[in-house]
């Protein structure tokens, strides 16, 4: 078996993580995140729904992250993300991290929309 290093080029993976913060690229961020290949910002959370379907020409898939154990999103958020084009997959935050860097290295158009643990 040949083990090849992962490469994300320009695009800014999820370095780490703790309680109350996300390090993306070597940049912490406190709170809530949107992290896209070539952005990650402050979110202010679940009814920022606005900044979400802003992500409909660059996205097609949605990471939600809920926090360090997974939960239900509120339906409304399912639906306003699906109502933009988008798919949206539920998880833990710290499983959305990791699922996010293995998407964002084969090169897909992927977001993470995360609450920190």
Known sequence: MQIEEIRYDDARPIDGYGPG??????????GAVIVTATEARVWQGLEDT?????LAERVDVILFGSGAVMTGAPVGLTRVIEAAGMGVELMASPVACRSYNILLAEGRRVALAALPV
Do not use: S
């Open 21 to 30: 913060f996300f390090r993306v690229g070597g940049e912490v961020l406190r």
């Open 50 to 54: 606005a900044a979400l379907t802003a």
